[in-house]
């Protein structure tokens, strides 16, 4: 792995765990293994650092989900955050930790961390036109907000079950509004 990748992962890691502001830079190195002269020479401040996390770490979810026209969308969406839990841990939302960690001090970065919020809730209602024939802003509403809560039920019931749930929950909404499941 290169050294870009290396401090990306770790302060990923650090950020997720700790918080931004509480994860200091040398911890930062120590735990990739490199010199804060590398990491500057990669990321001029830490905001920079922080941006390309939250930007890799959206293109690395969206990634993995089906395209709205597939029918099995929204259930592949429950299962891809599930299995990323289950990988990267239940301790809430990274990009709602950076949202609230920058909001009052850093506009820029702020923005970045609602954008993934605004893009889920995009690519969801582009989901459910495909799998209802039409535009159904409720019904993506009520998804959306079943996938955002199903990042807090995981916290009390486990990752796969509080995605089982919001997968579920969500079928139904579908086939009750008339689309397909």
């Not at 293994?33 to 020479?41: E, K, Q």
């Not at 390309?52 to 959206?58: G, L, P, Q, S, V």
């Not at 893009?119 to 036109?129: G, T």
Request: net charge neutral.
């Amino acid at each position: 792995m290169n050294k870009k990748q290396d401090i990306m992962q770790a302060a990923e890691r650090l950020f997720y765990l700790n918080g931004f502001h509480t994860t200091s830079t040398d911890k930062i190195c120590s735990e990739a293994g490199v010199s804060t002269r590398t990491l500057y020479r990669y990321f001029p401040t830490r905001e920079a650092l922080t941006a390309a996390i939250m930007d890799e770490r959206r293109e690395r979810f969206f990634s993995q989900l089906h395209p709205p026209r597939h029918p099995d969308s929204i259930s592949h969406l429950f299962d891809v955050m599930g299995n990323w839990m289950s990988a990267y841990g239940i301790r809430g939302c990274f990009f709602l930790k950076a949202w609230g960690e920058y909001a009052g001090e850093d506009p820029a970065l702020a923005e970045l961390a609602m954008s993934y919020r605004h893009e889920m809730r995009a690519y969801i209602a582009k989901c459910i036109s495909h799998v209802c024939g039409r535009e159904n802003v409720p019904l993506a509403d009520a998804i959306w907000t079943l996938f955002e809560g199903t990042l807090t039920t995981a916290i009390i019931v486990g990752a796969l079950a509080a995605c089982e749930v919001g997968k579920a929950a969500s079928l139904l909404l579908i086939s009750r509004s008339g689309g397909q499941k």
